[in-house]
C-alpha cells in the first residue's frame, strides 16, 4: 500500500507498530492487576499476597507466633513477608513485560512502561 514511499511508509509501519504494542501494554498492565504472588518469612509461619502491581491483598499469620513478649518479631517476620510479596510482584512484572517486548530490538536495560 506505501511501497514506493520509503522513508514514509517505514514511518507509516513503525507508528502502526507502536499502536499495536500500546494496546498490548493495555492488556499487560490489566493482567498484572489480576496475577498474584505470594511472599512470605520465618519458614512461612508469615506469608503476604499482593498483585504484580505490588498491592498488597491478604496477608496470613501462623497464631503460634503471638507471644506478647515478642511483639517485635512478629512484626519484623509482617514486614519480610510483605517486602518479599512486592519484591516477588516486581520481578513477576519484569518478566511478564520482557515477554512482551522481546523482539522489538530495544536498547538493554529500557524497561517498559517508562
Known amino acids: 500500500m506505501l511501497k514506493g514511499l520509503g522513508q514514509l511508509g517505514d514511518m507509516a509501519k513503525i507508528m502502526k507498530q507502536a499502536q499495536e504494542m500500546q494496546g498490548k501494554m493495555a492488556e499487560m498492565q490489566e493482567a498484572l492487576a489480576t496475577m498474584t504472588v505470594e511472599g ?3 519458614a512461612g509461619l508469615v506469608r503476604a499476597t499482593a498483585t504484580c502491581k505490588g498491592e498488597l491483598t491478604g496477608l496470613n499469620i501462623d497464631p503460634t507466633i503471638f507471644d506478647p513478649n515478642e511483639k517485635d518479631v ?13 519484591s516477588k510482584a516486581a520481578e513477576k ?18 524497561n517498559l512502561p517508562f
Open 74 to 86: 512478629v512484626e519484623d517476620l509482617i514486614l519480610a513477608a510483605i517486602k518479599d510479596a512486592q
Open 40 to 42: 512470605e518469612s520465618g
Open 93 to 110: 512484572s519484569q518478566s511478564e513485560m520482557a515477554k512482551l517486548t522481546e523482539g522489538l530490538n530495544l536498547p538493554a536495560g529500557m
